[in-house]
């Protein structure tokens, strides 16, 4: 059984401060996605990362797989408040099925 | 464009009754899942469908079923509920295939099993 485990489990850092979430797992990936979830909601996707060593860009969140597929981060720049969420990352395996991380909870403040 | 839509959002069920989530997308898509997501364990794969009349197995499936009888509907139905399945039900849909498809959720089922 597939295991991704998030570091760290909580952030709360200022507005402004920059920061990095990280994702492993005991395999390789098929494939990587980052999902942000709001208190309240589903899960929304952010970005899905596919060939070793990529690099992706969303303004100010930035997505970089490992070279061997079996890790990934997330930066983001400047963090705002409205960057407070739970970031989950997924595997999307076979069939589409979902292996989903523990999640990183983020609060940004003012 | 609803997108998924889950119904009811919240519900209390004593020990051993039976009810349904009802989940239904309006994107045509093909695969669609049934999450639950408890504290500190994430989402896990209860039961998934890759088209209408093709449902599997995910991580959790004791206790539910589901069914496909058509692309849009993917209902999930608790036989005897527990205590144990208090959780929040997240359905999701994507159009499918290996990479690049992100699923779509719905806003939850937050279920109570008193």
């Known amino acids: 059984t597939q295991l991704l485990e998030q570091s760290p489990q909580f952030l709360s850092i200022q507005e402004g401060e920059n920061l990095t979430v990280y994702c492993n797992s005991s395999?390789?990936?098929?494939?990587l996605q980052w999902y942000r979830q709001e208190p309240g909601e589903g899960p929304v996707l952010l970005v899905t990362?596919?060939?070793?060593?990529e690099v992706k860009k969303l303004k100010r969140l930035t997505f970089q797989f490992g070279d061997a597929r079996k890790d990934s981060s997330l930066h983001i720049t400047a963090a705002q408040p409205g960057d407070t969420g739970l970031y989950l990352c997924?595997?999307?395996?076979?069939?589409?099925?979902?292996?989903f991380g523990t999640g990183t909870r983020l609060q940004v403040t003012l | 464009n609803a997108g998924v839509t889950q119904t009811p959002k919240f519900q209390v069920l004593k020990t051993g009754q039976s009810m349904t989530l009802q989940c239904a997308q309006d994107?045509?898509?093909?695969?669609m899942s049934w999450y639950r997501q408890d504290p500190g364990m994430g989402l896990r794969l209860i039961h998934y469908?890759?088209?209408?009349?093709?449902?599997d197995q995910g991580e959790v499936p004791n206790g539910y079923n589901v069914s496909r009888s058509t692309t849009e509907d993917f209902p999930l139905r608790l036989l005897s509920a527990a205590p144990s399945q208090t959780s929040v039900y997240f359905c999701?849909?994507?159009?499918?295939?290996?990479f690049g498809f992100g699923y779509t959720f719905g806003s939850g089922t937050r279920l109570t099993v008193v």
């Open positions: 994107m045509n898509h093909e695969y």
């Open positions: 395999s390789v990936f098929s494939s």
């Open positions: 469908s890759v088209g209408a009349g093709i449902t």
């Open positions: 997924a595997d999307t395996g076979t069939a589409s099925k979902l292996t």
């Open positions: 990362v596919v060939t070793g060593g």
């Open positions: 999701a849909s994507t159009k499918g295939g290996q």
